[in-house]
T-cell receptor, first 113, second 117 residues
Framework: DGGITQSPKYLFRKEGQNVTLSCEQN?????MYWYRQDPGQGLRLIYY???????QKGDIAEGYSVSREKKESFPLTVTSAQKNPTAFYLC????????????FGDGTRLSIL | AQSVTQPDIHITVSEGASLELRCNYS??????LFWYVQSPGQGLQLLLK??????LVQGIKGFEAEFKRSQSSFNLRKPSVHWSDAAEYFC???????????????FGKGTKLSVKP
């Protein structure tokens, strides 16, 4: 079955470390997205990508970086510059960016040790 | 700037009772609207979407939503709630700029639904 796979499900980071969250999709979707979810805050867009080798900043891109070298993959790096990284991170994809519903992975919960 | 407001943070209903979750948006033209549901520790699942046409939209799991332009609302309804409907529900709007889609969504802060037996 097609879907979006996020790994790992739980991730722990020491202060000052960069960590990379994986997101892979086999839906043949063009667009991919990263969201951060905090209790009571809904989902906030970090980065999104419409095509390979191109991506745009979302509402809260500071302290994060992404790459889109393959259509299937859109990894997110949480850098040491992100001062409050503890959150639930969700990856999504869609057929194309305009007006299409997004399909979500099951998320990665990142905690600081 | 566009925004989505879900006025109710938490709602509790009895099993078998009807449900209405509120969603208001700010945008001058007709937006593209979505409702998603999230179970604890999981990703989001699409319940239904509205792009144009009939203002009453049917979705999965017995949910429906009605678009009301005059009230800038897109409320989600279900005639009879089941215990398995307990989850968090998110309303979202396609982010628009000068009449065109920017290719991403703006989400409300969510409404948590609890179901009493």
């Amino acid at each position: 079955d097609g879907g979006i796979t996020q790994s790992p499900k739980y991730l722990f980071r020491k202060e000052g470390q960069n960590v990379t969250l994986s997101c892979e999709q086999n839906l043949n979707h063009d667009a991919m997205y990263w969201y951060r979810q905090d209790p009571g805050q809904g989902l906030r867009l970090i980065y999104y990508s419409q095509i390979v080798n191109d991506f745009q900043k979302g509402d809260i891109a500071e302290g994060y970086s992404v790459s889109r070298e393959k259509k299937e993959s859109f990894p997110l790096t949480v850098t040491s510059a992100q001062k409050n990284p503890t959150a639930f991170y969700l990856c999504a994809s869609s057929l194309e960016t305009a007006n299409q519903p997004q399909h979500f992975g099951d998320g990665t919960r990142l905690s600081i040790l | 700037a566009q925004s989505v407001t879900q006025p109710d943070i938490h709602i509790t209903v009895s099993e078998g009772a009807s449900l209405e979750l509120r969603c208001n948006y700010s945008y001058g033209a007709t937006p593209y609207l979505f409702w998603y549901v999230q179970s604890p520790g999981q990703g989001l699942q699409l319940l239904l979407k509205y792009f144009s046409g009939d203002t009453l939209v049917q979705g999965i799991k017995g949910f429906e939503a009605e678009f009301k332009r005059s009230q800038s609302s897109f409320n989600l309804r279900k005639p009879s709630v089941h215990w398995s409907d307990a989850a968090e529900y998110f309303c979202a709007v396609d982010r628009m700029n000068y009449g065109g889609s920017q290719g991403n969504l703006i989400f409300g802060k969510g409404t948590k639904l609890s179901v009493k037996p």
